[in-house]
């Protein structure tokens, strides 16, 4: 069983940047796809960025080029560097994982293991 703590949330003005963080135990993160989701309130939860047990990566079309995902196998850990931030980047972030290699995906129902969530909340 794989158990995900995501942190790192907070509060941050527009144009600030945030780094989350999401530490998994019950299994080394070499063997994992990991990746960030997010869901605002009202919405559907989307896909932000994942990174494959290779290193390979992916972003959502809203973050590319102001997010960067990122792992450290030796820490089990996944992290989200986020800068450039705005209000529309509100929302309940959340780690996933699950078993696999060799490929990326941002589609929720790919994921097994899920972070509790951590909140991150933008003003103007």
């Known amino acids: 069983q794989v158990q995900l703590v995501d942190t790192g949330g907070g509060s941050v003005e527009a144009g600030g940047s945030l780094r989350l963080s999401c530490t998994a135990s019950?299994?080394?993160?070499?063997?994992?796809?990991m990746g960030w989701f997010r869901q605002a309130p009202g919405k559907e939860r989307e896909g932000v960025a994942c990174?494959?047990?290779?290193?390979?990566?992916k972003y959502a079309n809203s973050v590319k080029g102001r997010f960067t995902i990122s792992k450290d196998d030796a820490k089990n850990t996944l992290y989200l560097q986020m800068n450039s931030l705005t209000p529309e980047d509100t929302a309940m972030y959340y780690c996933?994982?699950?078993?696999?290699?060799?490929?990326?995906?941002?589609?929720?129902?790919?994921?097994?293991?899920w972070g509790q969530g951590t909140q991150v909340t933008v003003s103007s």
């Open positions: 996933a994982a699950t078993y696999g290699s060799g490929y990326v995906s941002l589609r929720v129902y790919t994921y097994n293991y």
């Open positions: 990174i494959s047990s290779g290193g390979n990566t």
């Open positions: 019950g299994a080394t993160a070499r063997r994992l796809l």
